[in-house]
């Protein structure tokens, strides 16, 4: 039976005292807005709105399918309303800055700041067969664990790291968008929810040992996406690879165009045993400035000096 589409708001449509321009995104669980506030800043606003659960009535306000979905939907809400409160209260370059959020039309909507750029996956896309240098990925992935680390720190797990939730601003510095899957997973809340999860990007444990999720599930993750901007395609599924393992990896398949520490890093954040990857994304971070480039790195070397300095933080 074929998942009913929901239709997204129309442009022009306000809520609360924000204005509708347009769809420009979204995933299972929601759909993403451009829209202006009262004093015409865009803003990207995120509507809670899972797919194959809800209907859109005709006022636009959201409902349940049917009854036996109304409790998915209440706990789904819920985890949204608290996703959003808890994102509201991190304060990071380089993870998506949560304004506000708010209830309306029988469901939830989170107030994000709008960014300008493109994601990481349009960026492989555009790039064709063209390598992309390994001192750019360093950059890259060095600020955006920064940004997960705060995350971590919070006690919220991403549970969907992939390189469309990566965003690269015009100034090519990175972001963390769409928390869709998050869940206060630390927390030990997780296993009450039902799984969404992206093939070759999410890690074993998200397949049915959900107790297992922890910091290292993101890891798996993000290597992934290292993985899938040097192979231009992402590992197989992790589920098949518990079957039959045939992922090849990168350390083997892509001798010689990256560094070899590089490589047996990205394969290290792959392992399918959850105890053989990094364990932190401190780890991770550590080697990613450790490892040495084939070419002079992008970044200049006053900003590797600060990231460094920051490493040697506590949390």
């Known amino acids: 039976m074929a998942t009913q589409i929901v239709e997204p708001l129309p442009a022009g449509f306000l809520l609360d005292e924000y204005r509708i321009d347009r769809r420009i ?33 005709e006022d636009y306000s959201v ?15 819920r985890f949204f309303f608290d996703e959003g409160r808890t994102l509201a209260h991190i304060r990071h370059p ?22 300008r750029g493109k994601t990481l996956q349009r960026h492989i896309q555009e790039m064709g067969d063209e390598p992309m240098r390994e001192s750019y990925l360093r950059g ?28 690269i601003r015009s100034d090519a510095t990175p972001v963390l968008i769409d928390f869709g899957a ?16 992206t093939p070759g990007f999410a890690a074993p444990e998200q397949y049915g040992q959900r107790d297992r999720l922890g910091p290292w599930t993101d890891i798996y993750a993000a290597g992934a996406s ?8 992402p590992p197989p599924p992790a589920n098949e690879r518990l079957e039959e ?3 090849q990896p990168a350390a083997n398949r892509l001798k010689g165009l990256y560094t070899a520490p590089f490589l047996e890093l990205v394969d290290s ?32 070397p006053g900003i590797l000096a600060q990231i460094r300095d920051r490493l040697q933080r506590p949390l």
């Open 25 to 57: 995104g979204g995933g299972g669980f929601s759909m993403v807005y451009l829209a202006y506030d009262g004093e015409g800043e865009p803003v990207a606003l995120k509507e809670y709105l899972p797919d194959g659960v809800v209907r859109r009535n």
């Open 63 to 77: 409902a349940p399918m049917s009854e036996e979905k109304e409790r998915s939907f209440r706990q789904g809400m």
């Open 94 to 115: 380089n993870v998506v800055r949560v304004l506000s959020f708010f209830r309306a039309n029988e469901t939830v909507y989170m107030v994000m700041k709008y960014e």
């Open 140 to 167: 890259i992935f060095i600020r955006l664990l920064n940004g997960l680390r705060e995350v971590h720190a919070s006690r919220l797990l991403h549970l969907d790291i992939k390189p469309s939730n990566i965003y």
């Open 182 to 197: 998050a869940r206060q997973a630390l927390s030990g809340d997780a296993h009450t929810f039902t799984p969404m999860y």
């Open 226 to 233: 290292i993985y899938a901007c040097l192979a231009k395609a």
């Open 245 to 247: 393992d045939k992922f």
């Open 269 to 300: 954040m792959l392992r399918l045993n959850y105890l053989e990857r990094p364990q932190s994304v401190f780890t991770v971070q550590k080697h990613l400035i450790a490892v040495t480039p084939i070419e002079k790195p992008v970044p200049a």
